[in-house]
């Protein structure tokens, strides 16, 4: 079990961390977050070796417009308070899509899977986004996962295609907490039927 | 970005593996397995840690049966040819689910994003699924991913709650095969927008 030990330690690693600073930490550039996105998107799963997952990064002035534009939209001061603080204290955002064009053509080749690609689709999509997040735990970058979906589609720069399908925002920075509140789990085995 | 290089070179080892022989490498046993899965559905983040990932192990008698009534079941010669391989060469299955009543329960808390919340169970669920299949490989367990949640769920033993959605099956065994055919990757760079 040894050779598993340190991959399922990266896993139990990664956390929600809404507490950020808009930075990185001294030893991590904003292209090492690049190749990690690069890496794990390129690695990532997906039905028919579709490749479907698609990613960008904002940060700087293009992570605050996109969510003061956010900000502006959302109704009521309570709801405004998260995309506030991500546009204030975050150092970037990372966003997660997949091509719906992509996903139409396969269900148009294999029609007898069309009602579950866009499923396998989510799927992949969701591991490109959780592992990109325990990747960045690993270099002490600390994130949060927001699904402000429709906010964000619409505020984002207007080179993106429409056909991509925005999934999650991953949020990131360093970290401005050291203690984390305890995460509770149910009771949940994994039972083998033989 | 040496700190995170041992985990991405765990993703990109992850491949697609057919051939398969009913058996584990010889210092992995089935209760190797399943902590692995274990640890992993534990560890799965989840919409407001609603913990809605499950699996079992399929292994042994109730692999075969399984797999059988899905040849039995599945339509003319050529569509029952991967799962009688599955059946007769792989060692056991990993079926993965999410717990609908736990989804329906979370719509029902959280209406304004019911409509999502599927999807957030789609990515949760992708994350635990291919984050298994990873560990499996940093242990030379190898296996495929396979998409016949129908036929599985009418055949899976009768303790299985019938509001556990069937994803997937990770199908996995001894690798009978050394070399595996090259993937081909499309020109998919993750921009900065700054």
Same mark, same amino acid.
């Given at each position: 079990?040894?050779?598993?030990?340190?991959?399922l330690?990266?896993?139990?690693?990664?956390r929600?961390?809404?507490? *950020?600073?808009?930075?990185?930490?001294?030893? %991590?550039?904003?292209?090492? =977050?690049? @190749? !990690?996105?690069?890496?794990?998107? &390129?690695?990532?799963?997906?039905?028919?070796?579709?490749?479907?997952?698609?990613?960008?990064? *904002?940060?700087?002035?293009?992570?605050?417009? %996109?969510?003061?534009e956010? =900000?502006? @939209? !959302?109704?009521?001061?309570?709801? &405004?308070?998260?995309?506030?603080?991500?546009?204030?204290?975050?150092?970037?955002?990372?966003?997660?899509?997949?091509?719906?064009?992509?996903?139409?053509?396969?269900?148009?080749?294999?029609? !007898?899977?069309?009602?579950?690609?866009?499923?396998?689709?989510?799927?992949s999509?969701?591991?490109?986004?959780?592992?990109?997040?325990?990747?960045?735990?690993?270099?002490?970058?600390?994130?949060?996962?927001?699904?402000?979906?429709?906010?964000?589609?619409?505020?984002?720069?207007?080179?993106?295609?429409?056909?991509?399908?925005?999934?999650?925002?991953?949020?990131?920075?360093?970290?401005?907490?050291?203690?984390?509140?305890?995460?509770?789990?149910?009771?949940?085995?994994?039972?083998?039927?033989?």
């Open positions: 079990m040894s050779a598993v030990a340190p991959y330690k990266a896993i139990a690693s990664r929600t961390v809404y507490a *950020l600073k808009p930075q990185l930490p001294s030893n %991590v550039t904003l292209q090492d =977050v690049q @190749s !990690v996105v690069e890496a794990i998107i &390129k690695d990532t799963p997906t039905a028919f070796n579709s490749q479907i997952n698609r990613a960008i990064i *904002l940060t700087g002035a293009e992570h605050k417009r %996109v969510w003061d956010t =900000v502006n @939209s !959302v109704q009521g001061d309570s709801g &405004k308070k998260r995309p506030a603080s991500v546009r204030d204290e975050a150092f970037g955002t990372i966003v997660f899509f997949t091509d719906d064009k992509t996903t139409e053509e396969l269900q148009a080749k294999f029609p !007898v899977y069309a009602s579950i690609f866009p499923q396998f689709a989510d799927h999509s969701g591991a490109a986004q959780i592992q990109t997040w325990t990747a960045l735990k690993q270099l002490d970058v600390g994130g949060h996962l927001q699904h402000y979906n429709g906010y964000i589609k619409a505020a984002l720069p207007k080179s993106i295609p429409l056909e991509w399908q925005v999934h999650s925002q991953l949020v990131f920075g360093l970290p401005a907490v050291d203690e984390l509140p305890q995460k509770s789990y149910i009771e949940n085995p994994v039972k083998i039927f033989s």
